[in-house]
């Protein structure tokens, strides 16, 4: 059977659902070097390139692989450090010079928003509109929702999560309800666990010397920026030092 075909199958019963998506996470603890417990401190996209292969198995009985032989496309995993927004990207390169045509997929996963959550900031966490209870549990819901994506890629061309075809897949496949991620970003870590927003005015020591700016931007670090004279212009009309400091580093100053 081809992928376009397995689309129209009748969508499993909830409880049945679960039971596979169950029986995938077992096996993710059970072979995986890096994933050890539901709360990992460790991913590796070896890990990704395990659960394509048992969803691509249990959800698609191997449509997905044999698509992506048929376009002749490799698929490739990646892990982001980078990403502190969104939970999982899937992306189609097309080459558009050369005597090359070759498409290649990319599923990325930002362990950033994974090791940001489960651990020092509590509250519920729904991933597609399930609720996680740990790491892999959010891990598999933004890996499903990539998935689809892959999927619509490979047999409609283009894919959105904001429109309604996905949307039907996401339910049908694995009962997502939402497109949405509410794990924790490192913006929103900042203000429950530091108090620290954007615009805020900080002080911080840097080998002894105390600066005083304010928070322009919160990754995994705070940007901050010292008004210095020696420094480049910016668009209010004053110059600025930039810094980049742990938060844990910066007090908050009236
Ligand atoms: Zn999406």
Redesign the pocket.
């Known amino acids: 059977m081809d992928l376009p075909v397995y689309l129209r199958r009748t969508q499993r019963p909830l409880p049945e659902i679960r039971a596979r998506t169950r029986e995938i996470y077992d096996a993710v603890l059970k072979q995986s070097p890096w994933i050890k417990d539901g709360n990992f401190a460790a991913l590796h996209s070896r890990d990704l390139e395990f659960l394509f292969a048992a969803y691509d198995k249990t959800f698609f009985e191997g449509t997905l692989n044999s698509s992506l032989t048929g376009l002749r496309a490799p698929l490739t995993f990646r892990v982001s450090k980078r990403m502190t927004r969104v939970g ?1 990207t899937t992306t189609r390169f097309r080459p558009r010079f050369g005597f090359s045509n070759k498409t290649t997929f990319e599923i990325a996963v930002s362990s950033t928003l994974l090791f940001a959550t489960f651990y020092d900031v509590n509250r519920p966490i729904r991933v597609t509109g399930i609720e996680c209870h740990d790491r892999l549990e959010a891990l598999q819901r933004v890996f499903e ?2 998935l689809i ?1 892959l999927t619509e890629m490979m047999v409609f061309d283009d894919s ?2 904001s429109q309604r075809r ?1 949307q039907q897949l996401a339910f049908q496949f694995f009962a997502h309800t939402e ?1 949405t991620h509410q794990l924790i970003t490192p913006g929103e870590r900042a203000v429950s666990k530091y108090g620290i927003r954007p615009g805020d005015k900080v002080r911080f020591r840097v080998e002894g010397t105390e600066y005083v700016g304010f928070v322009n931007r919160v990754t995994k670090r705070a940007t901050v920026l010292v008004e210095d004279p020696n420094s480049p212009l910016y668009s209010d009309g004053r110059r600025y030092a930039k810094f980049y400091v742990p938060l844990a580093m910066l007090e908050p100053t009236g």
Do not use: L, R, T
């Open positions: 999982g929702h990539e994506h959105s999560c996905f497109a």
